[in-house]
């Protein structure tokens, strides 16, 4: 069994699309998987499975779909995947806020055409860098307000979904507690 870390897109926001985590690790759990733990209610689970990628993004959207009522995109990453994310931040110097500091983690590799255009945006003193299937991204001024944060919505074609680096941290933590 692998340790790794599906990330539920959209769950939990406002009023729709509720998923409660304790039920969610309970169920999960009766389905089989090892080791379920969520942090922030906001769709982060760190499970085991021998099930990996696409097809434990569909298993478990499919899972979360009968259950709950709630069709969400899931995006998988194993626990060294997720490491190798920490260890390759492009931003360790600058991004001095984790709640400022993103990375959208993809179902499949960001399109080179859209990583182009995204890396030639003017977004005044933000940063962004493209890496495969993650994208960092540095809101300097915070997310709400962010002109990058703006354009990541409408020109990413591929599933994302994207956690602060807080939450990225916490992730990793939570993997090296599941390795023993």
Not at 137 to 164: C, E, F, M, Y
């Amino acid at each position: 069994m692998t340790v790794q870390i599906a990330l539920l897109r959209g769950i939990n926001v406002g009023r729709s699309n509720r998923v409660p985590m304790p039920q969610l690790r309970a169920h999960l759990t009766e389905l089989g998987y090892g080791d379920v733990r969520t942090i922030v209610q906001s769709g982060n689970i760190v499970l085991e499975s021998a099930v990996e990628g696409g097809r434990l993004e569909r298993d478990l959207q499919t899972a979360i779909a009968q259950r709950f009522g709630v069709d969400t995109p899931v995006v998988v990453r194993t626990a060294a995947q997720l490491a190798q994310v920490v260890a390759d931040n492009p931003f360790a110097e600058a991004a001095d806020d984790p709640r400022r500091f993103q990375v959208s983690f993809l179902a499949q590799p960001c399109p080179a055409a859209e990583a182009r255009d995204l890396m030639a945006a003017d977004i005044g003193r933000e940063r962004v860098a493209v890496a495969g299937r993650e994208i960092y991204s540095w809101h300097v001024d915070g997310i709400q307000s962010s002109p990058l944060a703006q354009l990541l919505a409408k020109r990413v074609s591929v599933t994302a979904t994207a956690r602060n680096w807080n939450t990225v941290l916490k992730l990793l933590a939570l993997t090296a507690d599941a390795d023993g």
